[in-house]
């Protein structure tokens, strides 16, 4: 049971998130203080506390209040999830999640993710307006408080949530001292002159109890005190109950008497206020005065009677005013919504006002969409962002009643769903809107599916993505449709950025020609990213630098976050292999702080999870591990259907690093399982070394050594030179002691490949491993001379030995240093650590051991390397090779290194005229 007034360290949520609190009160609390600390009490004893009451007797803002004042006892705070707007009950886990700052997979059941975000977290949380959901809900709290042992729950609802445990409060009536004070400071609120005195006294304590002290009738009447005095208004309000039962007062339930008063209040409302209520009644989730005179003014209405009649409307207590970021918005009390929408039905104006609500919010959609391609964007998602429910329910209405609006709708929210992460909303609409013409070949059919097509990235969807930007491909290039084409090429690059890394390189090069010609830039910037990333997975790191820096100049200025962040997260990469893990974690911090606001998995979490592994390199574990613990919790809980790029590698790594071997071939092992878009692909490449290395520790060696080989093997036909030098490593290590040629000839190529692509972060693996190889041959002091450059080294690129091989190292040093004695071993240390990166290497390739082949000349090159040098003799570039070899351009470029060295030859003419003279003589053989 949680315990309110623990001290627990109050924990921090590294995944970028913003948890909903409850709402600022524009008005007093009067009274109730007693029932407040009641309820705090509870709280703080129950797991699950449900205040009940009819409408409008002051149920939500008791738990305000009492949230209010428990926050600081609740090591995490407080939290609040409204339920008010939503008229679907199974998104009730989607709010939630939104409300409490959780990522949730696209398409995945929000309460494993919700559970999996709030693990271990001393919160309070409070879930409003519950009854209109009532199962839903009470199945996502049951799930909530059986999965999070420290979280408890304060609900409001009309009736109990029927959870097992739960504590029902039911409000009672305020008592007469209370109301009566409440009635006077409403009445004050109203007409700042109006004096409580002896004349009115009793006539306010009667109209009180006429409307059995209910909070919300309460105010209703009060707000009349403007024009009329407590007298007239009992009076009418007695007139009013006659009117609606037909019986005596005493018949007259609470929820009876509610009604009555808004019926009151509504009788006396006059021509344009009474018809901006019934209509106010279609918006969702509240409203702006642009909105209102948008969708409510007509000739009956007029444009400029709208702001007076919202003004009378807020004077009299029936719209309820807040004030976000600076601009004021309104809202209905849901009982007066309920009220309004019936007499909107009333007056048959329903489907015509749903039909302005449509109209309206398809123009604000496209205004938006429009302006994400060019103006600052956390502007146009701000604006967006209170007006989801009226999005969402405008969508609705035209999907089902007007599709030619709807799926203009849905077009134009795709980009405000893609980088707000509501992956699942915008498939859900995007699949919809695309069958309800299946064969339609139109521009906006092909709008609809390069839409879904994005939306599946985020989803780790690849045959969704194939499937829909082959279809728009089509359709837009039927209709010479230039800025669908671009978009649906640039989503298109994804997958085979994967796989197939030229291909995607050609595919990012038409959209961003594409998208040039159509003015947009959303698809340049997407294609030039997928191009950078491109250059990143074959360790092209000069190359893809100055095309990142190029591409966050674009997008800063506009607050582009998805292309910012990756943009910066790409230079990550850069840093962390070529040498400066520092920079490297710099990087990752800025693209975690681009990426925050957009609480989305693509891209905060893969921002995080990146950064995660640069601490990992960089030795802080524990900084590491706290960046992913939450998000670890929520991708495993979420499923496949969630694509945070590299995230089991990365968590497989830090445990691997930790001396963790269990979890880390766990985790590295569903990682290497990734088989999307097929086998081969760059997530599982990564995570194969890595997985070899924990089998090698576990003493598992035929599966250790299974996963080497298909590690170096994809690595080598992908083109990903980082991941298969790791992976001859681990062949290395794993026939170190049965064949030590064997391991140093393959020691010497993983080197040889760091060397090549300027991997100079893990050069000094290679170093460590050539130590030990000379350690066990005797050669001590080159050993210690080996480690030593690799120790300076390390201390210059910020890269210590990982905690799992320090034993073995400090084993090494000691055996070391007992053999050479410590004055021999001093000097080597001093010898060693004076070297810089590429003389230490220059030392380890010179003091290479006896092999029982040919180290060096014509006779050391293998069938591929002379297949190479024939093709450079021939006069072709690289690519060239790599086209008529059927392998990337990062083998040539490995195998050129490796050619380079063993003929002793310095470019490529010395090697051509080397060449011609071995080939001839193959040839004559």
């Not at 559970?115 to 307006?129: A, I, Q, T, W």
């Not at 009667?206 to 009076?235: F, G, M, S, Y």
């Not at 509504?266 to 989730?285: E, I, K, M, N």
């Not at 007509?298 to 409307?313: F, I, K, M, Q």
Request: a negative charge; charged letters at 25%; proline letters at 4%.
């Amino acid at each position: 049971m949680p315990t309110p007034t623990g001290h627990r360290p109050r924990t921090e949520l590294h995944v970028p998130a913003r948890r909903a609190q409850p709402p600022v009160e524009l008005t007093s609390f009067i009274g109730r203080r007693a029932q407040v600390d009641e309820l705090a009490g509870l709280v703080g004893d129950r797991r699950l506390v449900t205040v009940t009451g009819a409408g409008g007797c002051g149920k939500t803002r008791l738990a305000v209040e009492v949230l209010s004042a428990s926050r600081d006892s609740w090591s995490d705070g407080v939290g609040w999830v409204d339920l008010s707007s939503v008229a679907d009950p199974s998104r009730v886990g989607d709010v939630a999640a939104a409300a409490l700052g959780v990522l949730v997979g696209p398409v995945s059941d929000p309460g494993p993710a919700l559970s999996g975000g709030l693990s271990g977290r001393h919160l309070l949380v409070g879930f409003d307006n519950c009854e209109h959901v009532l199962d839903d809900c009470g199945e996502l709290v049951e799930h909530l408080l059986r999965s999070c042992p420290e979280l408890s729950v304060l609900a409001t609802s009309r009736e109990p949530l029927g959870v097992a445990g739960e504590t029902v409060w039911r409000v009672p009536s305020m008592d007469e001292r209370d109301v009566t004070a409440l009635f006077v400071e409403r009445a004050q609120a109203a007409r700042s002159a109006f004096v409580a005195d002896a004349a009115n006294e009793e006539a306010i304590r009667t109209l009180c109890r006429r409307l059995d002290n209910i909070p919300l009738a309460v105010e209703l009447a009060a707000a009349w005190a403007r024009i009329l005095a407590p007298t007239q208004i009992a009076a009418a309000l007695d007139d009013r109950f006659r009117l609606l039962v037909g019986g005596p007062r005493r018949a007259i339930a609470r929820q009876q008497t509610l009604i009555a008063s808004v019926e009151w209040s509504y009788g006396l409302l006059r021509g344009d206020a009474r018809t901006l209520l019934r209509r106010v009644a279609v918006f969702s989730g509240g409203f702006t005065l642009e909105d209102a005179e948008a969708v409510c003014s007509d000739e009956e209405l007029a444009l400029n009677a709208v702001l007076p009649a919202l003004g009378r409307l807020v004077d009299t207590s029936i719209v309820v005013v807040e004030e976000r970021a600076g601009a004021a918005r309104y809202r209905l009390p849901e009982t007066i919504r309920d009220y309004a929408a019936d007499r909107l039905a009333e007056a048959g104006e329903t489907a015509r006002l749903r039909d302005r609500h449509l109209a309206h919010f398809l123009a604000v959609a496209e205004t938006a969409a429009a302006t994400l391609e060019h103006g600052d964007q956390d502007e146009v998602l701000g604006g967006l962002e209170p007006q989801h429910d009226n999005l969402r329910a405008a969508l609705d209405w035209g999907l089902d009643a007007e599709p030619g609006h709807g799926r203009r709708l849905a077009a134009a929210m795709v980009r405000p769903w893609f980088l707000r992460g509501h992956t699942r909303e915008a498939i859900d609409a995007l699949r919809r809107a695309v069958d309800l013409a299946p064969e339609d070949r139109s521009a906006l059919q092909a709008e609809l599916l390069s839409g879904l097509a994005l939306v599946a990235v985020p989803a780790g969807r690849m045959a969704m993505n194939v499937e829909a930007s082959t279809r728009a491909i089509e359709i837009a290039t039927g209709n010479d449709d230039v800025r669908t084409l671009a978009r649906a090429t640039a989503y298109a690059g994804y997958v085979p950025f994967y796989s197939d890394y030229p291909r995607a390189e050609a595919m990012a090069a038409a959209a961003q020609e594409l998208g040039a010609t159509s003015g947009e830039a959303f698809p340049v910037d997407f294609a030039l990213l997928l191009q950078i990333v491109s250059l990143a997975n074959q360790d092209r790191h000069d190359e893809l630098v100055p095309l990142a820096d190029a591409l966050f100049a674009r997008t800063a200025a506009r607050h582009e976050r998805f292309c910012g962040a990756f943009s910066r997260n790409v230079l990550l990469y850069a840093a962390l292999f070529t040498g400066d893990v520092r920079r490297a974690i710099e990087r990752g911090q800025e693209a975690v702080r681009i990426a925050r606001p957009l609480r989305d998995y693509l891209t905060t979490g893969t921002v995080a999870s990146d950064l995660a592994w640069a601490y990992g390199v960089a030795g802080q574990l524990d900084e590491a591990r706290r960046l992913t613990d939450t998000l670890v919790r929520s991708i495993d809980a979420a499923g496949p259907d969630v694509d945070v790029v590299g995230m089991r590698v990365t968590v497989g790594k830090l445990h691997l690093w930790g001396a963790d071997l269990d979890h880390a071939t766990e985790w590295l092992g569903r990682a290497a399982q990734f088989e999307e878009p097929g086998r081969d692909n760059w997530t599982a490449a990564r995570a194969l070394p890595s997985l070899a290395a924990a089998l090698r520790r576990l003493g598992r060696a035929d599966e250790a050594a299974e996963a080497a080989d298909r590690g170096a093997a994809m690595a080598e036909r992908l083109g990903t030179p980082h991941a298969r030098a790791e992976s001859l490593d681990e062949l290395a290590h794993l026939v170190a002691v049965g064949d030590p040629g064997r391991a140093e000839d393959l020691y010497h190529q993983a080197l040889a490949i760091r060397v090549a692509h300027g991997l100079q972060t893990h050069t000094v693996d290679s170093l460590d491993a050539l130590a030990h190889l000379a350690s066990a041959r005797e050669d001590h002091a080159q050993a210690v001379r080996l480690l030593a450059a690799s120790d300076t080294a390390r201390a210059g690129s910020g890269y210590p030995r990982p905690f799992v091989d320090r034993a073995a190292h400090a084993a090494a040093e000691s055996a070391l240093r007992a053999a050479l004695g410590d004055i021999a071993y001093g000097d080597a240390q001093v010898e060693g650590a004076e070297l810089g990166l590429a003389e230490a290497v220059a030392y380890a390739t010179r003091s290479r051991g006896p092999r029982s082949r040919p180290s060096v000349g014509w006779a050391s090159l293998t069938p591929t390397e002379r297949e190479v040098v024939a093709r450079v003799a021939e006069g072709l570039t690289n690519p060239q090779i790599a086209d008529r070899l059927f392998v990337s351009r990062a083998t040539v470029k490995t195998h050129l290194a490796h050619v380079f060295v063993k003929l002793d030859v310095a470019n490529r003419a010395e090697l051509a005229v080397l060449a011609s003279r071995h080939v001839a003589t193959d040839t004559d053989r």
